[in-house]
């Protein structure tokens, strides 16, 4: 074996079947240093100290039994080379446990000196080898990924290159143009924009595999952001003469998601169900709630088109899944945006399915978690099983200046959230996570529970510590303000917790005409999605 | 037909921009969309030239890539943080990166914004105009 004397880990509950083998270990190694244990949580134990060469198992220990055994081992130390001692009835066990990862079983009672040093000795040979072969897949993974993200990266450049100019000849930056050559030019600057969403997928769907892909997820109306990936997607389904709508029911909740992936999963299923839907067919958005998951908002995305067939359905969310039998002008895109969609989707802790009927269409359904107020609110607007007296809702309100600078803005916002965290009574005071979609003005909202008195003292602080930041002086205006939560009646025959709700709709519906006041459309996101598509 | 007048904003015209980028085309064609919008520019193609240039024109506002040789975006951004005359310039950062990281790190740099190649070249003149008077407000830092 290796370097120096092999360590083994015997674990084995019998005196005399342990004897034994450490006896013919003795025998047939010149040096090796043996530690017996009789039960398996010694034997978890001396591997969280130390790391032995190999694991000599007996399956039935006082604490532990059969299979459950060497997988709790295996478990513990992946990569150490695991040796079953099996008696004569177990045998089955003991193959079984072979297929399942140990590196070999012996039969007691039955072992030689010489047997039992060769079976350690190749079953240590094995377990390296597959430690090697794991290595190096994993390290062809990441290379994979980087060598996508270079090339991705790289293709760009030149890409870029060919939009600069494209525009130019098109904005009659060069000389006038013809309206024929206009055309043209923009036939080009379609397929620019095709391929730079194709880069953009790559190097997302590379992101997903590599487990890079983030989401941020904020308390958002999931209704306007349905409304908004319908106006987006609107000239591209009016092209086809295709009906896209929206059914919602304004009844629903605020939701827990990152508001641009939120509209990138739209906007991708959307994309696909005109994509797949003749002219004169339809593209319909739902969002509703079902009885019995009540903490998910239930999303969908039908179209009219000729349907998916059934052998088909499994593989959808596949990475480079392309239709087969897609024979119209629409350029396949690299089949990666569903599966993208669907990562994202897991990400917030929701699912993604579809279900379709050849000739009849398709709906791609998906779930997001609903954003529960009534959880956050619970540990700081209650003490002793009783509502608290005096409940303010303290609301700050960031604006930027007319014309202020995306980028830097978003990273005032976050910086202010941060001082506001700051700036509040961490038992007493709660900031609520941030509201909204992309719009400029970004509202945080506090629930204290506290009186008007405190409340003062720490609007004073918001303003003081918030306000002074140079970012925000430089780039937008702070704006904090207060008012009371009603509290319930005197004599209120409700529990606790449907009290504790009713202050957690109070607040909602308050966030809720916040958002309603909002513009949430920014260009940027507007010319990512309609010239991307 | 894209390009604006620029009547409203007369104290814009004229501003000086500094387009630091490796590709000459890409350079070329900026400039080309800068100066039809009333912008003066010049043209420097690595991170080194960029600090020296900067300081010999005194430009209003810097476009700058991040991969750029004899000195990246980064080091670039730090170099200006230096200079008193330069630290003030507003820079907007035009990369082919991408904004995960990059983003976050040139705005904490002292960027005034961040762009993924290719930009919206409406969005980027409305962000250099953004710039321009938000610098302007700042007052002393600039040149009239």
Known sequence: MENGAPHILLIEDNPGDADLVRLRLVEGYSDVHVNCVPRLADALACLEAETPTLVLLDLNLPDSHGAETFRRIMQKVPNVPVVILSGQDDETLAMKAVHQGVQDYLVKGDITSK????????????????????????????FKNQFLSHVSHELRTPLTCIHQYVTLLLDGLAGAIAPDQADHLRTVLKSVNQLHAMIRDLLEATRADSGKLRVEPRCIDIGELIQQAVAMMRPTAAEKRIGLEAGLDPSIPLVYADPDRTLEVFINLIDNGIKFTPPDGSVIVTASRVETDPASVYLSVSDSGRGIPQESLPLVFERLYQDPDAVDGNRAGLGLGLYIAKEIVNLHGGRMWVASQPGSGSTFSFTLPLYSLAKLLLPVITLQGRLREALVLVRVELTPLSKSLRGSWKETCQRCLELLRQCIYVDKDLV???????????????????????????MDRIRGQVGALPQLKNSGTLRVTAEIIPGPPAADPRTLEQQVWGVADYVTEIIQQGLAGKQNFTEKEKHKYAHGK | MRTESNSEKQPLNRAKIMVVDDDPDLRQALSLRLRA???????????????????????????LDLGLPAGDGFAVLKNLQQYPALS???????????????EKRTLESGAVAFFQKPADNEELLGVIRASLQAGWGWGGALPS
């Open chain 1, 115 to 142: 047997q039992l040093e060769r079976a350690l000795r190749y079953a240590v040979e094995r377990q390296g080898l597959l430690r090697s072969l794991e290595i190096t897949r994993r390290q062809q993974l990441e």
């Open chain 1, 432 to 458: 609520l996570p941030p509201t909204g979609t992309t719009g400029p003005v970004e509202t945080f909202f506090v629930v204290a529970a506290t009186d008007m008195n405190r409340v003062t003292i720490m």
């Open chain 2, 37 to 63: 919008n009333n912008f003066d520019t010049v043209n420097v193609c690595d991170g080194y030239s960029a600090i020296a240039m900067a300081q010999k024109e005194k430009p209003h506002l810097i476009i």
């Open chain 2, 88 to 102: 003030g310039i507003p820079v907007i950062v035009l990369t082919a990166r991408d904004p995960e990281g990059n």
